[in-house]
């Protein structure tokens, strides 16, 4: 199976948008739960977004609408649309997918395969 391979990172101010993307050749969505984490500098790992295999998605409280997760599942790619970012939002971001039979119970806590992540700077 092909790394999980994120791209999409940058620098911008807040109340900017990024568009992150994963590539996920050989992740079904029939089988994993494809995620989204970050991790800042001095920070635990933390969930922000989570899509299952019928498109159902959760969101850490934090990025609750202002986050969007969604895939494409023809060239199996997967997305985060982050808007209104704000400072906080700085981290380096990571795809991982879980393999939960496409079902997203439990993901945060679940074994996964991770990408090396992509950075996120957000600047006042």
């Known amino acids: 199976r092909e790394p999980l391979v994120e791209s999409g990172g940058g620098s911008v101010q807040t109340g900017g948008s990024l568009r992150l993307s994963c590539a996920a050749s050989?992740?079904?969505?029939?089988?994993?739960?494809m995620t989204w984490f970050r991790q800042a500098p001095g920070k635990e790992r933390e969930g922000v977004a989570a899509i299952d295999r019928d498109g159902l998605t959760k969101y850490a409280d934090s990025v609750q609408g202002r986050f969007t997760i969604s895939e494409d599942r023809t060239n199996n790619v997967l997305y985060l649309q982050m808007n209104s970012l704000k400072v906080e939002d700085s981290a380096v971001y990571y795809c991982?997918?879980?393999?939960?039979?496409?079902?997203?119970?439990?993901?945060?806590?679940?074994?996964?395969?991770w990408g090396k992540g992509t950075l996120v700077t957000v600047s006042s």
């Open positions: 050989g992740y079904t969505y029939a089988s994993y739960c």
């Open positions: 991982a997918a879980a393999l939960l039979g496409g079902s997203c119970y439990g993901w945060e806590g679940a074994a996964k395969d």
